[in-house]
């Protein structure tokens, strides 16, 4: 379980990352490949992804990778720098990792897995690995990475955005499935048992298209603290019948629905203010199709069965 410690400072600096992180999605994607049965969303990206590597010959590329990037458990923290919006930035933040910090974290990673000779000269300071490291990041992300992400969500164009005060415990609350949001802690399932306290820094939550299931977080505690969270929601086109009885963003609304939701959650997966999101569920509220429930300060919303078979025949 992954525990997360607030401050009431800590929820007046909650930030939202307006598109996933790309070094992130390199990262969290590398785990999808090595998966016999990833997640069924992801089998046509691994199927492109696959035959896109083998028509470039850039195997090596994905070797060198997988050598700091195991199937589970524990992932360099250098490699996913926190706050870098472009490619290029983080690229140039992974570059910019202070030797002891490199070193460190790949003695962490050879608690776990044998590394080969390069890897542990990269842990002695070799820049010119650190630099291949790099090279075989961007390579990866050019071929595998970038090139599909419109199949699985908007591009990453977005830089982060402050998080009002009063908008905080609605963005936490249902982040993604399993995800408790209790006063001053956020829980969530994680491989192992890790407490986070932020202690004034406040939080960056960022949306993945590779992360699936569980969010992720840093392994270091010192870092800044970032939550990577899985979007679960269907890039299908709402049916032009559905479309043509409620309108396209209620339709989307209502597609979204199928999975209890809060208002703000509603608002950050279709890129909606949270008025917006609020008035269109009181709309379908009103006409039998959502059904809301309040909790503290918080309102979540799903489709009744109306709703429901609406979305599916219509």
């Not at 028509?55 to 590329?61: E, L, R």
């Not at 926190?82 to 990792?97: F, H, K, N, Y």
């Not at 962490?108 to 000779?117: D, F, K, N």
């Not at 269907?234 to 629905?257: C, F, N």
Request: hydrophobic content about 40%.
């Amino acid at each position: 379980m992954l525990r997360i410690h607030f401050s009431a400072d800590d929820l007046g600096r909650v930030r939202l990352a307006g598109a996933p992180d790309p070094l992130w999605e390199a990262v969290l994607s590398l785990h999808q490949w090595q998966h016999r049965g990833p997640d069924p969303d992801l089998v046509g990206w691994q199927r492109r992804a696959r035959r896109a590597v083998r028509s470039s010959g850039q195997m090596v590329v994905i070797t060198k990778l997988l050598a700091l990037v195991p199937p589970h458990g524990y992932t360099p923290d250098f490699l996913t720098p926190t706050g870098c919006s472009t490619l290029e930035q983080g690229l140039d933040a992974v570059l910019r990792t202070p030797r002891r910090r490199v070193r460190g974290d790949l003695t962490a990673l050879a608690e776990g897995v044998r590394l080969p000779v390069w890897v542990r000269d990269l842990a002695e300071g070799g820049s010119r690995q650190l630099a291949a490291v790099v090279a075989a990041l961007r390579r990866y992300h050019d071929l595998v990475v970038g090139p599909h992400l419109a199949d699985l969500g908007p591009p990453v164009v977005a830089d982060a955005r402050a998080v009002p005060r009063h908008e905080a415990d609605d963005a936490l609350d249902g982040l993604a499935p399993g995800v408790q949001w209790r006063a001053p802690v956020l829980q969530a399932p994680y491989p192992c048992d890790q407490d986070l306290y932020l202690r004034g820094r406040g939080l960056l939550l960022v949306p993945s298209h590779f992360c699936r299931r569980t969010p992720v977080t840093l392994a270091d505690p010192e870092l800044d603290p970032v939550l990577v969270y899985p979007t679960l929601v269907t890039r299908r086109e709402p049916s032009p019948g559905l479309v043509a009885l409620v309108g396209r963003t209620r339709a989307r609304v209502m597609q979204v629905l199928t999975t209890s939701r809060s208002t703000g959650e509603i608002g950050r997966l279709l890129d909606l203010s949270g008025a917006s999101a609020s008035e269109h569920t009181t709309v379908l509220r009103n006409a039998g199709l959502v059904a809301s429930t309040r909790r503290g300060n918080t309102v979540r919303h799903v489709l009744t069965s109306k709703g429901h078979l609406l979305v599916s025949t219509a």
